[in-house]
């Protein structure tokens, strides 16, 4: 698995990414209100690493919160 150590913000493919900070293990995702980011913030930097390797830069469909947000924020209801 990759580290964040390669990770750039330009190879995350995900649209609902924001920013990630490495030191405080966070990574910030669109909001669900109007200009608004949500942070996760992980305990671990395995964690931190894993999230930006399987979904940021990965498979971001299969994210949770991708999910989450596609369905409440952009599915017509």
């Known amino acids: ?3 964040y150590d390669d ?3 330009a190879d ?3 649209c609902f990414f924001r920013t990630q900070n490495k030191e405080a293990k966070r990574i910030g995702c669109e909001g669900f209100f109007e200009r608004s ?3 996760h913030t992980f ?3 395995k ?3 894993e999230q930006l390797t399987e ?3 990965g498979d971001y469909e299969k994210c949770p919160y991708y999910r989450v947000l ?3 924020k952009y599915s017509e209801k």
Request: net charge positive; aromatic share 12%.
């Open 43 to 45: 305990r671990r930097k």
């Open 70 to 72: 596609e369905i409440e």
């Open 37 to 39: 980011t949500i942070t």
């Open 55 to 57: 979904y940021c830069a």
């Open 7 to 9: 990770w750039k913000n």
């Open 12 to 14: 995350m493919r995900c």
């Open 47 to 49: 964690e931190f690493d």
């Open 1 to 3: 698995m990759r580290s």
